[in-house]
């Protein structure tokens, strides 16, 4: 994880620092728009697989014990990180490059690149 979280931190450094403002602009603008739709995903497809397990819990498709229930057991452990950790986490990371890159923003303006 040292590295992931580096990579928050160091990416809009250089891209600031090298390609300038407005390529630092487009980078956010990227994150944040792949970010949503990734964060928004992973919400919806998290909820969904609990929900197709308790649906089988309810007795559809052989209802607790069947092979159908299993396999629900194994996609709820995925869904259940999906939707509690890593989808409210990507707007962290959001909100970190963007942070990073307003703080330094003085250092990008007076590198000459606007």
Known sequence: MIVPGL????????IGILL???ALGGLLAGALVTGVLLAIFM???GGAWDNAK???EGGHHGGK??????A??????VGDPFKDTSGPSI??????????ALVFAP???????L
């Open 65 to 70: 014990g069947s092979d159908a229930h299993k």
């Open 54 to 56: 308790k649906y089988i």
């Open 7 to 14: 990579m928050a931190v160091v990416c809009p450094l250089l």
């Open 91 to 100: 707007n962290i990371l959001i909100k970190l490059m963007t942070v990073v």
């Open 72 to 77: 629900a057991v194994v996609g709820d452990t």
């Open 20 to 22: 300038g403002t407005a």
């Open 107 to 113: 250092i990008f303006t007076q590198s000459g690149l």
């Open 43 to 45: 919400s919806n497809a």
